[in-house]
């Protein structure tokens, strides 16, 4: 237990410094799942310790929204409420630093229809737009990270006794792959950016005009690199020079793929949580640049509602390589969350 508590603190430390780098008197703005609120407090002990101003909390409950999609209206699902615009907007315009701790349960939003999800999400991107517009864009600084909930470990190891014993098992594959075991986790931090920046140089230097992709699964793939395109990964800085890490772990470098020139077939070695639900064993078939057909063993209805759910949804806007020696890859575990998952195989984001 003793331990667990240091790497906890160790953790939290890391995330202050290295991902959202925090200075001083800048306030820090929270969001965190109520469930994680022991490691939200360490988090927020550490903001104080660098300095903060303020620490402001914004709390989620996964089992509340459950109960909101089950029994309210359309209307009510359809609408964002401008006080919580107002809540994030007001600390964005003071320079606040943003923290978000992202940790759901798999599965647990499997039974609501997704058109009632996409509502939802559609009207929440809408009336945040000029917030996302202004993360996105770094004007202040952001980290997203996370941090084990019972639900979320059991899925990750089924084959555990209790909640205790998952959730345990857990926090330790986050502590390596988020480098917390290091004697001096700031330094190795330091050190794996220096190692993306040089690839990321000699990937500019190549200027590649194609990306050709196959595995074991069916995967043949021509993804074309749009003229000019730039390759980044790993550190960002907000537009005062900042720099800080925009998610934790972060493993890949990536580029704008030619919106024309995308062609073949992918399918997926992991599967995809979107909206809170499973997509797995999905293909997506692609011509010129458009996805014209795709399949999925489980969560079919969720990846077309995904696939149409605007204009762009059907092309590519990201192509990304991680490297196989990273420890995400090389710890071989499914984390049924994308924030792990993407860092441990070369991915696509659509739209
Ligand atoms: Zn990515």
Same mark, same amino acid.
């Given at each position: 237990m003793v331990d667990l508590e240091n790497n906890m603190q160790k953790y939290a430390g890391l995330i202050i410094r290295t991902g959202v780098n925090l200075q001083k008197d800048q306030t820090l703005v929270i969001s965190s799942p109520v469930e994680c609120a022991p490691f939200t407090r360490l988090c927020a002990k550490a903001a104080y310790q660098a300095g903060a101003r303020e620490v402001v909390t914004l709390w989620n409950d996964e089992q509340l929204s459950l109960l909101k999609y089950r029994h309210c209206g359309l209307d009510v699902l359809a609408s964002y409420p401008d006080w919580c615009v107002q809540a994030r907007m007001q600390y964005l315009n003071e320079g606040a630093a943003y923290l978000s701790i992202a940790a759901e349960d798999p599965e647990l939003f499997a039974q609501i229809e997704p058109e009632k999800m996409q509502l939802a999400a559609k009207?929440?991107?809408?009336?945040?737009?000029?917030?996302y517009d202004a993360t996105m864009s770094n004007r202040n600084s952001w980290c997203v990270v996370s941090a084990p909930t019972a639900a979320w470990? &059991?899925?990750?190891?089924?084959? @555990?006794?209790?909640?205790?014993?998952?959730? $345990?098992?857990?926090?330790?594959?986050? #502590?390596?792959?988020?480098?917390?075991?290091?004697?001096?986790?700031?330094?190795?931090?330091?050190?794996?950016?220096?190692?993306?920046?040089?690839?990321?140089?000699?990937?500019?230097?190549?200027?590649?005009?194609?990306l050709r992709y196959r595995n074991s699964l069916g995967t043949d793939f021509t993804a074309g690199l749009a003229r000019g395109h730039i390759w980044c990964g790993g550190a960002e800085e907000t537009q005062e020079g900042v720099p800080?890490?925009?998610?934790?772990p972060t493993e890949e470098v990536f580029t704008t793929p030619d919106?024309? &020139?995308?062609?073949?077939?992918? @399918?997926?070695?992991?599967?995809?949580?979107? $909206?809170?639900?499973?997509?797995?064993? #999905?293909?997506?078939?692609?011509?010129?640049g458009r996805v014209v057909s795709f399949s999925a063993r489980?969560?079919?209805?969720?990846?077309?509602?995904?696939?149409?759910?605007?204009e762009g949804a059907r092309s590519l806007?990201?192509?990304?390589?991680?490297?196989?020696?990273?420890?995400?890859?090389?710890?071989?575990?499914?984390?049924?969350?994308?924030?792990?998952?993407?860092?441990?195989?070369?991915?696509?984001?659509?739209?």
């Open positions: 009207a929440s991107h809408t009336a945040l737009r000029e917030f470990a &059991r899925k990750v190891f089924p084959g @555990c006794a209790d909640d205790g014993e998952a959730v $345990n098992k857990l926090w330790d594959a986050i #502590f390596r792959t988020t480098r917390v075991y290091e004697p001096d986790p700031v330094a190795a931090w330091a050190a794996q950016q220096r190692d993306l920046r040089r690839r990321i140089q000699w990937l500019n230097e190549k200027r590649f005009h194609a800080f890490i925009a998610n934790m919106k024309d &020139r995308l062609e073949g077939t992918l @399918c997926s070695a992991l599967p995809l949580n979107y $909206n809170g639900v499973l997509i797995e064993d #999905f293909s997506l078939t692609f011509e010129r489980k969560g079919e209805d969720t990846l077309r509602c995904l696939l149409d759910s605007d806007g990201e192509v990304a390589l991680v490297p196989a020696n990273s420890p995400i890859p090389q710890l071989g575990i499914l984390f049924y969350n994308t924030l792990y998952d993407e860092n441990a195989s070369c991915h696509f984001a659509l739209g």
